[in-house]
Nanobody, 119 residues
Framework: QVQLVESGGGLVQPGGSLRLSCTTS??????MYWVRQAPGKGLEWVSHIYIDDGSTYYTDSVKGRFTISRDKAKNIVYLQMNSLKSEDTARYYC??????????????WGQGTQVTVSS
């Protein structure tokens, strides 16, 4: 069974940067997603990447600030987060979707990594 392990979260001041990593034993999927959940809020899709050609997609609130990438040789997906804002505070999850998408009950989730943006 594919496992996902996120790392790289932490406490950062507004305007700062963090790089999240998602390590997996194998991509074994066409897409990989980053999804976040802010305190008291629902799950929010942040970004996803097509593993094969590296095509990327972002939610509007992070465009121009976040960059998703992948290292196919190491089976790692990254999320570079720059110009962080307080509203980026959330637990960030790496998700391997099924053909039904990231919300599928059979999607694979990591344990998440906490990102807190605060002065």
């Amino acid at each position: 069974q594919v496992q996902l392990v996120e790392s790289g979260g932490g406490l950062v001041q507004p305007g700062g940067s963090l790089r999240l990593s998602c390590t997996t034993s194998a991509f074994s999927a066409y897409w990989m997603y980053w999804v976040r959940q802010a305190p008291g809020k629902g799950l929010e899709w942040v970004s996803h990447i097509y593993i094969d050609d590296g095509s990327t997609y972002y939610t509007d609130s992070v465009k121009g600030r976040f960059t998703i990438s992948r290292d196919k040789a190491k089976n790692i997906v990254y999320l570079q987060m720059n110009s962080l804002k307080s509203e980026d505070t959330a637990r960030y999850y790496c998700v391997r979707p099924t053909a039904a998408g990231w919300k599928s009950a059979f999607a694979t989730w990591g344990q998440g990594t906490q990102v807190t943006v605060s002065s």
